[in-house]
């Protein structure tokens, strides 16, 4: 036991939204307060049926959701490529960060075949998983050791952590619109369909399925034209 | 009477919203659902205050207020300008557009004083209102006159309206967040203290200060932290 | 004779850019300044093409282009709605604005034919193009008499331009970069294709025109993979 | 001798860029091509301070710059949560990368003195700094070690990386407007002045004030209003 903690997972928490498939209609109408009133769910399916197919995205962006999510710092150097969206990170500087990991689990394909652009993986033999486990336990061993020394002697936080890894997890809040959260899901959720094919990172997919579940309970006729329109977003 | 309508005002509904205080500070502390409790007021006066006071902008973007607004096409024009916003206004190629239209009323400055980028405003006299009055109405009339004749023609519904005066009212679906909100009132609600003057024109400003009476009652805090550090956006 | 000057045209100037297709590559690849050389035209025409399919399109956001444009204010309504851009359009407030204006010419469709969303455009009889010639001439007649009325009095520019129509013209600079000027070029140029039709008016498809002219230049490459894979922005 | 390379620096060169203080002018007046001649200086200076001092940022947005940045992944972490730019980094999924890294410099402060948000820094002993120089050396050793095991083990790129720590570099194409560009300034370049203190970590400083360097001599005119105004961005 070296005190550290690793896991194979990652956290997705919905905190709060403003989204549903009724306010979809009422914005792409421009419906004032008194003529909000529930759509019938067949009107509801065809109007944003039309909308996705014809890539009127805006009415999607008045849909908002807020997401507290936990993943390896390499997932969010990847999310925060995507700058339709509103980030906070805990802070290397201000806080001494846990000893928290993402190792791989058994799961996790581990070898990469074909070429860049679409890549596809393969199982990994149980020996490609041991070295796997063993390299990432011992690096954040070792760099979480050093992290501390440094701490010790009084050097500041935000020196200190320059030597952690790239799989120490980290926290953030995460707030995206509908149409945001689409063309995230889109680029982030494996898809070989012929026109837009996919192929990300595991872990991050890991976080986008967790939105997607979501997002699908929060607006499944909005899910549903997402998917039959070959996950394209608007 | 010539069937058309005037006023001289703007309508701002708040369709929803998802902003609160509270929210700040969760965003700010990147809280786990577990950890989200309700805030002593005492604790988030000073740490928003702070965020605003050290731009720490990014916290406010979790907060989003979605509005119905109707007011005259120049003002939409001004309106959006501002991109860190989601817009979805009525179409003028689908819908035939109603004769109503902005007239400025009896309380609008009416003459220009000052050189550019300061102006003032001073009242104007009965003569100068009755002049603006009869040009409106005047104008308006004979446009929509001219419009009613091309669609009775058969002209489509897009080639028509460019008679159409930019007087005329035209309503929008707008969302934005309280950092969006922040720096959009800091721009479009008069201000004259010592760093960031501000000079809107007066039709955005009856639209800017009905998002801040909104804006005040849904956030306070933020809101008295945003005037107590001189009206700027973080 | 009124006094006043109608067109049936827009103007696109290009008034300077940083855009080429080895640009994209350099980005691509994140090639030092030592490692910038000419690249050899069939290796390029590959990259660019699997960028665009594979839709990575950060590469092509360092190629920017900027544009004076005149057009009608109606044509600046939908440009606007484009985010992705810079903007800089002459003021109401601080100039008196000149009386041109944009009016339908011989070969303008007037006749909407087929359902919102799919809209399609036939000839219009000459009757129809003299009503419409003559509602646009009396109008904007009409309108810029009285603007002028008031401006004479004495009301603010920026009260008396309220009854100018839609269809006078505006300049404004604008800045895009080849990736958000692929996404305008995809929606504001018409285009039948299986996945993504677009059905735009067609006077903001006079300027898109204009534009894809200029880009084609610049950029021959990257324009070639666009039309090569559906008119589909990365 | 462990074979792998550490440096205390930052990289940046200005690849290209379409930026003149001439621009913003042109912008600002919506100047056609047959317009745009060369401005006298004292004109431009008093155009320029007005539109920083009265925040009419758009005119700075035409003028875009663009940089080749090699800096640790600390840095770009802060650097990616500036929104209004463009990026291409250097992939870790389709490269193997490098054994380079940063370790803070002997003249790098490494004591954190005073309060979240307003934080100083002292030199530190030299103690302090062979503990951090140790610890750097010690964990990127380790780190590369492990992550060499996995790939000759025929593990994904992808996986094997995760065990790198955050002070490895990376290398970026970025560009930035220079409205965008003075608001990273203002935030990443460490200042006293009153209203608007900034408190960044150094080795994000270090790219700033190459950035700066560069926006003063293409510039001179813009960074001398920027600085004169308190370094706010319009």
Redesign the interface.
């Known amino acids: 036991m070296d005190g550290l903690k690793y896991s194979s997972d990652v956290t997705v ?1 919905l ?4 989204a549903s498939d009724e ?1 979809v209609a ?3 109408r ?4 008194g003529e ?1 009133s529930l759509e019938k769910t067949e009107k509801l399916e065809g109007l944003i049926n ?1 909308l996705i197919r ?3 995205g ?2 999607f ?2 849909s ?1 959701m ?1 997401f ?1 999510v936990k993943a ?3 997932v ?2 990847e999310h ?2 995507h ?1 339709m969206a ?5 802070s ?3 806080r001494v960060l846990e000893p928290e990991f ?1 190792v ?1 689990g058994k799961d ?1 394909k ?3 075949v074909g070429k ?4 596809t ?1 393969e199982e ?1 033999t149980s ?2 998983h041991a ?2 486990l063993v ?2 336990r ?3 061993k ?2 979480y050791a ?2 501390m ?2 701490l010790a ?15 120490i997890y980290s ?3 995460v ?1 995206m ?1 509908a149409r945001a959260l689409m063309n995230f899901l889109s ?1 982030r959720v494996s898809f070989e369909g012929s ?3 996919s192929y990300p ?1 595991r872990e991050i997919e890991m976080v986008a399925e967790n939105y997607e579940q979501i997002f699908k309970e929060l607006m499944p006729i909005t899910h549903k034209a997402f998917i039959e329109n070959g996950r394209v977003s608007p």
Chains 1, 2, 3, 4 share one sequence.
Request: charged share 20%; with cysteine.
């Open positions: 928490q905190v709060k939204h403003s306010d009422f914005a792409a421009v419906s004032t307060l909000r039309f014809e890539r009127h805006s009415p962006e008045h908002t807020t507290y390896p710092i390499f969010w150097r925060m490529r700058r509103s980030y906070n990170e805990e290397g500087r201000y993402y791989p996790r581990l070898v990469q860049a652009g679409a890549y993986f990994g020996e490609q070295i796997t390299s990432y011992r690096t954040c070792e760099a050093n992290y020394d440094m002697a009084g050097v500041a936080r935000e020196v200190a952590r320059g030597v952690l890894p790239v799989t926290s953030a809040y707030t619109n680029l026109h837009f094919p990172q």
